[in-house]
């Protein structure tokens, strides 16, 4: 274990980057656990390359924290394969919800608040409440890939994240789609079935629909909106909300 204020933690990125670099997931995996413990948790939303993370830790250390932010708006299949996650790897799975329920949410900022502003729903429904949990972490695992945006082209395999001040973990940043599915059929991972019906991105049921042949895997997320990131892995810099304005009383409107 290491000292953890931030600047030993940063410090601890900036010596390992380098070499971390040619790591392959599983010793990513490995010098996560080893250097943080408890202190570390891989966080997950269930798509496909987030369950081979899930495996491939599960093949490393039988406990591991796992934690995922619970919109309140996922599909039924997700939670589905929740439930599958803790049959066959017996992992508590730490859920985080907004503070704000559905309910209270139309209430402070109208009716479907993803239709008109889905920065500040995502805002409300995931990146705050990963903010408050990673308050409890010093380092936090990801199953990211580069290939996936453009935001996504320059993370680095263990990295500082600006956004939460924490160490971030990427161990499957070099891999393809190819090399996650090919995984998922050498080990027979389990997945969420939308992905057989044309969903290669899984995240709320109002902001996701099904692709087409030949369209970007992504492009069912937020398809009426230039959005392509729900905000929890972009850097401060390009946050598109860096600052929440004031609810909308929907009385008052
Ligand atoms: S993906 Fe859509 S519904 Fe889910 S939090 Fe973001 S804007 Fe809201």
Not at 76 to 97: C, F, H, S
Not at 167 to 179: A, F, G, R
Not at 189 to 201: A, G, K
Not at 230 to 235: A, E, I, P, T
Request: with cysteine.
């Amino acid at each position: 274990m290491i000292a953890t204020t931030k600047q030993s933690l940063m410090k601890e990125v900036e010596q390992v980057q380098p070499a971390a670099e040619s790591w392959t997931p599983q010793q990513a995996l490995s010098w996560a656990f080893d250097t943080f413990g408890k202190d570390v948790a891989i966080a997950s939303a269930f798509g496909v390359e987030g369950m081979v993370l899930i495996d491939l830790a599960s093949k490393l250390t039988p406990k591991f924290r796992l934690f995922s932010i619970d919109t309140d708006f996922l599909f039924p299949e997700t939670y589905a394969l929740m439930e599958k996650v803790d049959q066959r790897y017996g992992i508590q799975i730490e859920k985080v919800y907004s503070k704000l329920s559905p309910a209270e949410q139309e209430k402070e900022y109208g009716p479907a608040l993803w239709s008109h502003n889905p920065d500040q729903c995502c805002y409300l429904r995931k990146v705050e409440p990963q903010k408050r949990k990673i308050a409890e972490l010093n380092a936090w695992v990801a199953a990211i890939r580069r290939d996936q945006t453009s935001n996504r082209a320059s993370a680095k395999r263990v990295e500082w994240d600006t956004k939460f001040d924490i160490v971030k973990i990427n161990p499957m940043v070099d891999w393809t789609s190819n090399q996650v599915w090919q995984y998922v059929r050498d080990h027979d991972v389990p997945y969420n079935v939308l992905h057989d019906r044309n969903y290669p991105s899984i995240g709320c049921t109002h902001c996701t629909r099904a692709v087409q042949p030949g369209e970007d895997p992504r492009s069912g997320r937020w398809a009426n909106f230039g959005k392509t990131e729900c905000g929890l892995h972009l850097k401060d810099a390009q946050e598109p909300l860096v600052q929440l304005p004031p609810p909308i009383k929907y009385g008052d409107i």
